[in-house]
T-cell receptor, first 112, second 114 residues
Framework: EPEVTQTPSHQVTQMGQEVILRCVPISNHLYFYWYRQILGQKVEFLVS????????KSEIFDDQFSVERPDGSNFTLKIRSTKLEDSAMYFC??????????FGQGTRLTVV | AQSVTQPDIHITVSEGASLELRCNYSYGATPYLFWYVQSPGQGLQLLLKYFSGDTLVQGIKGFEAEFKRSQSSFNLRKPSVHWSDAAEYFCAVAPGRSTDKLIFGTGTRLQVFP
């Protein structure tokens, strides 16, 4: 059964450094998403991506965040200058019209 | 404001007991409704979904949920809980289309005692 794959599973980075979180969605998905979950809190929407552009973003998704799907398979989330409060589990998801979103296992980002 | 409410933060049940997890939403129209489960350190697994039609939906692992439009609720149920059901359960809604962003509730942590 196809699945959404995220790498790495855990990343530790120093404050101020750039990180790139990677996701390989299911091949026939058209819509892509990033969500995050700060420890002990609920899952929050960051951004949705369709037809090679951002379709919606939340207030959390400020200028330090960016997404791209450079080669038609990988879907990446870049955090340009990480802050302590960016520490969270980041989930990638994908979907098609009239189906549910399929989530990856997540990348745990720890900013020290 | 649009919102999803899971009133129970933490529920403890004995193995074999029945379970109901509550979820209420606040939207103008009926959204698409989902229940996801998250085991410790794991990702989000879809248990079941409601898009339209029969208001009682069956999911994986013996779970079911009932959509009640009059109560704006989508409660999750299981007749007999297993120890492996211990996890965090999230109700989520997609406000307009199935491909809309998901709005998650705060989650309900389920503990199961033998």
């Amino acid at each position: 059964e196809p699945e959404v794959t995220q790498t790495p599973s855990h990343q530790v980075t120093q404050m101020g450094q750039e990180v790139i979180l990677r996701c390989v969605p299911i091949s026939n998905h058209l819509y892509f998403y990033w969500y995050r979950q700060i420890l002990g809190q609920k899952v929050e929407f960051l951004v949705s991506f369709y037809n090679n552009e951002i379709s919606e973003k939340s207030e959390i998704f400020d200028d330090q965040f960016s997404v791209e799907r450079p080669d038609g398979s990988n879907f990446t989330l870049k955090i340009r200058s990480t802050k302590l409060e960016d520490s969270a589990m980041y989930f990638c998801a994908g979907g098609r019209p009239n189906t549910e979103a399929f989530f990856g296992q997540g990348t745990r980002l720890t900013v020290v | 404001a649009q919102s999803v409410t899971q009133p129970d933060i933490h529920i403890t049940v004995s193995e074999g007991a029945s379970l109901e997890l509550r979820c209420n939403y606040s939207y103008g129209a009926t959204p698409y409704l989902f229940w996801y489960v998250q085991s410790p350190g794991q990702g989000l697994q879809l248990l079941l979904k409601y898009f339209s039609g029969d208001t009682l939906v069956q999911g994986i692992k013996g779970f079911e949920a009932e959509f009640k439009r009059s109560q704006s609720s989508f409660n999750l149920r299981k007749p007999s809980v297993h120890w492996s059901d211990a996890a965090e359960y999230f109700c989520a809604v997609a406000p307009g289309r199935s491909t809309d962003k998901l709005i998650f509730g705060t989650g309900t942590r389920l503990q199961v005692f033998p």
